[in-house]
């Protein structure tokens, strides 16, 4: 959801609260959808619904092993704070799909586990320099987390010169 991005806080919470509802009728149609279970636990966050959210995600993950499924367990454990249950998946989520680049709480967990030595060295490796906005950001958030502000200034800069108007518009 692009929710995060609305003109007021009033819609995007209205949005939120839509899709969550949308969500919850997908799992109780098809409770072994395990694309819609992981879709209703990251809504169920927006509701800070965390047990919900626990369940489905590790509910998904039963019914289909996915970088999304894991991405999306991943991110909620760490907002949980079960960082060292969300760093434990991103073994198996580079064995699921070694060529997708980082997790999207990749950088997030190192950072909270204070491996930024480990964090700068990831940074190093293919994967994290494929183009793409979903790897760009990622780099972007690693760099916030590494304290490095020339480093975040200049992917910013870069960022803003970008065709893809989302990373262009968020960079500026």
Do not use: C
């Amino acid at each position: 959801s692009g929710s995060w991005v609305r003109p007021t806080p009033a819609q995007g919470r209205k949005e939120q609260d839509e899709a969550y509802a949308m969500a919850q009728k997908a799992v109780k149609l098809d409770p072994d959808n395990g694309a819609a279970q992981s879709v209703f636990a990251n809504l169920a966050t927006t509701q800070h619904k965390w047990a919900e959210a626990d369940a489905a995600s590790s509910r998904a993950l039963d019914l289909v092993l996915t970088d999304v499924t894991l991405n999306q367990r991943q991110l909620i454990l760490l907002r949980m704070g079960r960082l060292a249950d969300a760093a434990a998946l991103s073994a198996k989520l580079e064995q699921v799909s070694p060529s997708s680049g980082p997790g999207v709480a990749t950088a997030s967990i190192a950072a909270a586990l204070g491996k930024l030595d480990e964090l700068r060295a990831m940074m190093q490796r293919p994967e994290w320099v494929q183009p793409g906005a979903r790897n760009r950001l990622i780099k972007l958030e690693a760099l916030v987390h590494l304290g490095e502000p020339a480093a975040v200034r200049s992917e910013l800069e870069a960022m803003s010169t970008q065709p893809d108007r989302f990373l262009s518009e968020f960079a500026k």
